[in-house]
């Protein structure tokens, strides 16, 4: 499974991830400055960021919330 992670999103939580053996996409290293529209649009999205929600109703796109 591969993981994109926001910006928002703390390193080591990316690299608990990366050492279990997940491949982790993260915005900071490879989209930074992306619009929120964008990440969504790449994979399933990590984040603690509260603004996505309403792009996650009104667009009906996915993500985990932590």
């Known amino acids: 499974m591969i993981f ?3 910006e928002g999103l703390d390193a080591p939580m990316v690299e ?3 050492n279990e053996g997940y491949t982790v ?3 900071a290293e ?3 400055g992306a619009t929120d529209v964008e990440i969504l649009e790449k994979a399933v999205l990590i ?4 603004d ?3 792009l996650v109703i ?3 796109m996915h993500s985990l919330w932590f």
Request: aromatic share 18%; net charge positive.
């Open 4 to 6: 994109f992670a926001d």
């Open 16 to 18: 608990l991830l990366r």
């Open 25 to 27: 996409i993260y915005a």
């Open 30 to 32: 490879e989209m930074k």
């Open 47 to 50: 984040t603690k960021d509260k």
């Open 52 to 54: 996505f929600g309403e």
């Open 58 to 60: 009104r667009y009906k």
